[in-house]
Nanobody, 125 residues
């Protein structure tokens, strides 16, 4: 079973950058597809980005395209989210999650694998 730990959140001014990292603790994690999600106060958790196990195929929500980049390092068992040109509306708790095989389930925000704990991202205007 995979266990995930997210880190890297913080406070940043609008236009700034942050990088979030999700560490997976299992020897088989390289076979998992990974994703990032976020949840603002009073809203449902929403899909942000996903990456397949090879790292060659990535998927993004429209509101982060051309600003965020997801990438992974299977040797280190990490999946990271580079966030540039941050906006106040990007504020929220960011979660990583894994799925054994389906990026589609990640895009639909219904992964069957584990969730990491959230990390707070706050973008000030």
């Amino acid at each position: 079973q995979v266990q995930l730990a997210a880190s890297g959140g913080g406070l940043v001014q609008a236009g700034g950058s942050l990088i979030l990292s999700c560490a997976a603790f299992t020897r088989t994690s390289s076979n998992y597809v990974m994703g990032w999600f976020r949840q603002a106060p009073g809203t449902a958790r929403e899909f942000v980005a996903a990456i397949d196990w090879s790292g060659r195929n990535t998927y993004y929500a429209d509101f982060v395209k051309d600003r965020f980049t997801i990438f992974r390092d299977n040797a280190l068992n990490t999946a990271s989210l580079q966030m540039n040109s941050l906006k106040p509306e990007d504020t929220g708790v960011y979660f990583c999650a894994a799925d054994p095989s389906s990026t589609s389930r990640l895009v639909r925000a219904v992964p069957t694998g584990p969730w990491g704990q959230g990390t707070q991202v706050t973008v000030s205007s």
